[in-house]
């Protein structure tokens, strides 16, 4: 069936490559010269084709399969330091609240008055006598 306007080739002339096939609607429609094959059948041709992109689907997939296992292990190793980190955070909390309390007994057992007392009772010192005391120059 013709569309109006347009003009077609009878089916029993052979149009060669290049020639004007037929026209319609302001578009030209040239024959394309046939495709040379070499001397492989064409089931021949579709193994190979098959074949490459058997070979490009499993590069593709063992890349794909590559990315999906680095994508787990850096989760389990975000998710692993998170928890090492939790740890750390919950020690230095635990060591900085043992520090102060260390300061003040330090603090405290380091007074004058308490020294003078321990030295006084566990030791039995006293005040140095008057010849006691030898000054140094």
Known sequence: MALPG????PAERTI????LAFQSAGF???????RSRSSSS??????ARR???TRLNL?????ALLVALFHAWTGLQVWRLGYALS???????HLAKEQSELAVEYAAQTRPERLEK???ERLGLGPPAPGQVVVLR
């Open 87 to 93: 740890d750390a955070r919950s020690l230095e909390q």
């Open 51 to 53: 074949g490459r992109l």
């Open 6 to 9: 347009s003009r077609t080739v």
């Open 59 to 63: 590069i593709t997939g063992g890349f």
């Open 42 to 47: 064409g089931a021949e041709i579709g193994r």
């Open 16 to 19: 060669a490559p290049g020639q």
């Open 28 to 34: 030209a429609y040239v024959a394309r010269p046939a």
């Open 118 to 120: 321990e030295a006084r």
